[in-house]
């Protein structure tokens, strides 16, 4: 009987590696000339950092992302395979679909709040041509589900699409952020005093904004960091898209919050204040053409954001989990409606709370999977995995041989929970009424990471046959714990605010040190670029 799959997980042909230099470039700039970045800047200065210090931990940020894109991309190039099938080398056969899970659960927030904000676009483009329209009962649901339907038809049409939208829409954004920017000039007459003026924290206050804002900046782009495969599988070759993402993303990133800060500079001189957000800058401009004309295509921005970054890979992930059963776009559409669940309009009420709560605590959940990912492939096998395997379910990454590792793996993650549950209880009601980082009280953050650790010591001994590779997940569990000691210990702050560092360092380091220690022969495995399709029926 043949294997049954969808054609989307099927590695990439030669003929579909098609991408160049300029793609990634394009990609890249694409998705992070938008409104959300404005926010992430905005967030940034909220925190007491002046702008060169934003604009540098942007660029920073950037810059580290490099390796471990670089990194999980390489398999991508290579071997032509989509993030799904990619984590299986190092997760499992089956507990790839774990990691799916997880990272199209925290993908699906960044997409409803890119959902939100194209959504605002449009609907004060709207305010501008029929003045009644405020009028109208619900007139912003009517906008944001017109909106939502327009993204999940765009993220329907798959890669190709993605691929010609980025490309033209490219260079109009930096053509944007340019007009958007001599307006500003000419109409203050000079750059403002905010472009000029100090931080307003310093010593080791200051340095511990960077270091956060610097986090935040990686927690970004963390979810790309876990499916970049699902991009570099279309590369004409590894350098493509590691010059493409080293020169687009810090170029991108950084270029719009210089460019946000000069611009809001200007916006205090031009109205008295500064304005950060680039809807309410544009809605006050007194030309009616030009304010549409930009909100819409802010908002047709937002798409090529949301769809290339947020949506597509989770969309992938989703399909994968179904065994087959869904079609990438059944998955868009389950996607979108997911969604809509998340309420964005209630996530975005802090700017602060969504670095600290939302960027920084994501990344801390999400480097590790990264993590295991990059010490399994560069580390352990070096750049060498048998592509026929990986579309084996009994084969090496169903990692048999470390499956009598399960149930103690499990113990010792089950007892870490109880211990997180009593310190949530019999800890001083003062301290436990506090507010985390998290955005949670200290009481709810244990109990919340003690359900985490409950969730992983089950899955653990529910696929104790096989399929599951319980060193990853075992290694995953205990790097977010290193991070989340940060919360609950003031003077380990560092952990926590640094989490992406620290959680991709202790999964690299644990996972290669327990892999060669209880599997040796695993890095010995063969090597294979082809794959047999006979044994397939693509559904």
């Known amino acids: 009987m043949k294997q049954k799959i969808t054609k989307e997980l099927l590695p990439s042909k030669l003929g579909e590696k098609t991408w160049t230099t300029w793609n990634y470039f394009a990609l890249w700039i694409g998705m992070n000339v938008a409104v959300a970045t404005y926010y992430v800047c905005e967030s940034y200065m909220q925190l007491g950092l002046s702008v060169w210090q934003v604009v540098f ?25 989509p993030s799904p099938v990619y984590w299986r080398s190092a997760c499992g056969y089956l507990g790839s679909s774990a990691t799916a899970i997880i990272r199209a659960a925290v993908a699906v927030f960044y997409f409803g709040i890119h959902l939100y904000i194209g959504a605002q676009c449009v609907d004060v483009a ?58 500003g000039r000419v109409n203050a007459g000079s750059w403002g005093t905010l472009i000029s003026e100090p931080a307003t924290i310093s010593g080791g206050e200051l340095r511990n904004q960077m270091l956060v804002c610097i986090t935040a900046t990686i927690g970004w782009w963390a979810t790309l ?13 590894q350098k493509a898209h590691i010059i493409g993402t080293a020169v687009g993303n810090p170029i991108g990133f950084s270029g719009l919050a210089l460019v946000g800060a000069l611009v809001t500079s200007c916006s205090v001189v031009i109205f008295g204040e500064a304005i950060w957000d680039p809807i309410v800058l544009t809605s006050k401009i007194n030309n009616p053409l030009f304010v549409v004309g930009t909100l ?32 990438f776009k059944q998955a868009v559409w389950i996607f979108g409606v997911a969604a809509l669940l998340t309420q964005p309009w209630k996530l975005m009420t802090s700017p602060a709370l969504y670095v600290n709560a939302f960027l920084v605590c994501s990344g801390g959940f999400l480097a590790p999977l990264a993590g295991v990912n990059i010490s399994n492939y560069i580390f352990i096998r070096k750049t060498k995995l048998d592509l026929n395997a990986l579309y084996d379910p009994n084969g090496e990454f169903a990692f ?5 590792y399960n149930k103690p793996f499990a113990m010792i993650l089950y007892v870490i929970a109880a211990v997180l549950v009593v310190l949530g209880l019999v800890c001083n ?109 693509i559904v």
């Open 126 to 183: 709207i305010r501008v041509i029929f003045p009644g329209w405020s009028d109208i009962p619900y007139a912003f649901a009517i906008s944001f589900v017109a909106y939502w339907l327009l993204t999940v038809l765009v993220l329907t049409c798959g890669a190709g699409m993605l691929k010609k939208l980025e490309s033209f829409t490219a260079p109009f954004l930096i053509i944007w952020m340019v007009v958007l920017l001599v307006w």
């Open 429 to 537: 009601k003062e301290y436990l009424s506090m507010t985390s980082a998290m955005g949670l009280s200290m009481r709810l953050s244990y109990f919340a990471l003690a359900i985490f650790f409950i969730v992983f010591a089950t899955l653990l001994m529910k696929w104790k046959d096989g399929g599951f590779n319980p060193v990853a997940f075992f290694t995953i569990a205990i790097s977010v714990l290193c991070t989340f000691i940060g919360v609950y210990v003031p003077a380990l702050s560092v952990l926590y605010n640094g989490a992406w560092f620290v959680a991709t360092a202790v999964s690299i380091l644990l996972y290669y040190f327990l892999m060669k220690k209880l599997d040796p022969d695993f890095a010995k495995a063969k090597e294979s670029l082809e794959i047999d399709m006979d044994r397939f029926e």
């Open 400 to 404: 048999k041989r470390l499956s009598k």
């Open 296 to 327: 819409l295509f802010l908002g047709a921005a937002e798409i090529t954001t949301n769809t290339a970054a947020n949506a597509f890979a989770p969309c992938m992930d989703i399909s994968t989990v179904s065994g087959g059963r869904l079609s």
């Open 57 to 81: 931990c942007i660029a920073f940020g950037c810059l580290v992302l490099v390796f471990p894109m670089a990194a999980n991309g390489h398999a991508g190039t290579k071997y032509g395979v």
């Open 225 to 237: 960091v876990l499916n970049i495969t699902d991009f570099t599988r279309y590369s004409k070759s």
